[in-house]
């Protein structure tokens, strides 16, 4: 993990945020394969920044999709309202 964290400071305009994004949502069960999938784009893409890889992550790694399962739910079965 520490290689890849390494990686993730690499890119452009990284922050704090940006890196603690990422890994969280490595972390949520399930998603651990997706590590590679953002470490090949970061590579693949070196101009990229922080941004660019954020929308990735969220566009095609099938992130809403995982961050659904994670909503909480009303007594409705509705997202509730924070």
Known sequence: MEEFRELLKTVD???DGFEQAVI????????AYK????????????K???SDVLEYMMNETGFWETYADYIPKSSTGNAAVM
Request: charged residues 20%; proline residues 8%.
């Open 48 to 50: 990229a920044n922080s």
């Open 13 to 15: 305009r990284y922050y």
């Open 24 to 31: 969280s949502y490595i972390k949520m069960p399930g998603c």
């Open 35 to 46: 590590k590679d999938l953002i470490a090949s784009f970061i590579t693949d893409h070196p």
